[in-house]
């Protein structure tokens, strides 16, 4: 929350501050060496499950083990409920299936994998990385595989939220200030409570 008697206004508006535990958990560098075990474990896991695809020739030649995935999740058992609970999903997976994008989407997936493994490891663009990561537990999901994807998933959206710090202790201190960010200087001016924005707290 911001100062009972201030907020803070920049020259491009007035900033709500977070509250004092969010600013520690996301925006501060000391939490940076607890981002930096749970971003190489994800980035562990990541990898791990690419270099196995990698070895896998079916996954790397032909993209029959993408394919027979594919197929496990559209299929709709006579009792039960099926792997995919979303009929749009489903039919989005069985276009694939038909226009035959196993081949290629599978080659798409071990590079994806390794791409977002070596960039949590490393801690280069943290925040970027995690996004993707998500995005491919969220798509493993929604195709009805569990296995490590919710805790991998979670993981990712922390990563997220404290890009800034994440990658502290990694790439991401010389590189986020190369492009710019986060740290844009902006001199905060103090603004008696009698002009602050009506209805902020």
């Known amino acids: 929350m911001t100062d009972p008697e201030y907020q803070v206004r920049t ?61 496990s999740a559209v299929a709709i058992p006579e009792s039960g409920r099926p792997a995919i609970a979303y009929d749009w999903y489903r039919g989005f997976i069985q276009s694939l299936l038909d226009a035959g994008a196993y081949t290629w989407f599978s080659k798409m997936i071990m590079i994806g994998e390794t791409a977002v493994g070596i960039a949590l490891i490393l801690g280069a663009f943290t925040g970027i990385a995690a996004f993707f990561g998500a995005f491919m537990n969220w798509n493993f999901l929604m195709a009805g595989t569990a296995s490590t994807n919710p805790l991998m998933f979670l993981g990712a959206i922390l990563l997220m939220m404290a890009w800034k710090t994440a990658g502290w202790l990694g790439l991401d201190r010389f590189l986020l200030p190369l492009i710019g960010v986060p740290w844009i200087r902006e001199e905060p001016v103090r603004v008696p409570a009698r002009e602050r924005v009506p209805g902020a707290p």
Do not use: C, H, S, Y
């Open 11 to 71: 020259v491009r508006g007035t900033r709500i501050t977070n509250p004092p535990l969010a600013r520690f958990l996301f925006d501060d560098t000391r939490m940076a060496p607890v981002w930096l075990i749970v971003r190489v474990l994800v980035g562990l896991n990541w990898l791990q499950a690419a270099l196995g695809k990698w070895n896998n020739p079916a996954w790397r030649d032909t993209g029959e083990a993408l394919r027979g995935f594919w197929q």
